[in-house]
């Protein structure tokens, strides 16, 4: 991850505004978009929004469920935002929350956590394993019915805490600054140089 998406300052929220989630990817069925309308759905009685980055083949059908879930500006559907503006998206929001059902390593996440953005996400697969317990919310993938329910305490428990939220947030960004690519350069140096000298020795 680039140095530039770490450490970027938080947007001062003016008072009363929503908890703001974002979701961010491709519109493909494996990315599991419903599940987070369907979450958000759950607790209309917050003060909480959705905002949804990106495009695909599945945008009119999504959008046209949301419609029937009656969020209403509870979501909105932003498009594909170009690269160089979403550090501010990710600075107008609160948490990232993440649904994909099938990836390995989730780009968007880092970049969230290099915001200082606490996730929400399933304890399944590359996501489940690389974010750290402390740095947000990991629901664990049962039945449908209890990983939504897992997944909409989460939102409650991020909404209602802002203590509790921040400190994860500040969690997911000492992450964050160990990913980037000058540190993994820097690693690998290390590592070659301690490779170097074991074989000189023997």
């Known amino acids: 991850m680039p140095s530039s998406f770490v450490s970027r300052p938080q947007v001062p929220r003016p008072r009363g505004a929503p908890f703001t989630l974002l979701w961010v990817g491709r519109m493909q069925p494996r990315k599991a978009l419903p599940l987070a309308l369907e979450v958000l759905a759950e607790t209309k009685d917050l003060n909480a929004r959705l905002l949804i980055a990106g495009e695909g083949e599945m945008r009119g059908g999504w959008e046209n ?10 979501v909105e559907f932003l498009g594909q935002i170009p690269w160089n503006e979403m550090c501010r998206l990710y600075q107008s929001a609160d948490a990232l929350l993440f649904t ?13 956590m290099g915001h200082s953005l606490p996730i929400l996400t399933l304890d399944h ?3 489940g394993t690389f974010v750290p317990s402390a740095a947000g919310i ?28 921040r400190k994860m947030g500040q969690a997911a960004l000492a992450y964050a600054q160990t990913q980037t690519w000058e540190r993994r350069a820097e690693r690998m140096s290390n590592l070659y140089a301690e490779v170097h000298a074991h074989s000189s020795s023997s």
């Open 125 to 127: 697969q590359g996501v």
């Open 138 to 165: 990991k629901v664990p993938v049962t039945s449908p019915r209890q990983t939504l329910a897992g997944l909409a305490d989460g939102i409650r428990r991020l909404a209602l805490f802002p203590k509790e939220r």
């Open 65 to 74: 469920y949301a419609k029937r879930l009656n969020l209403g500006d509870k």
């Open 100 to 112: 994909s059902l099938r990836d390995s390593f989730g780009t968007q996440v880092l970049e969230a």
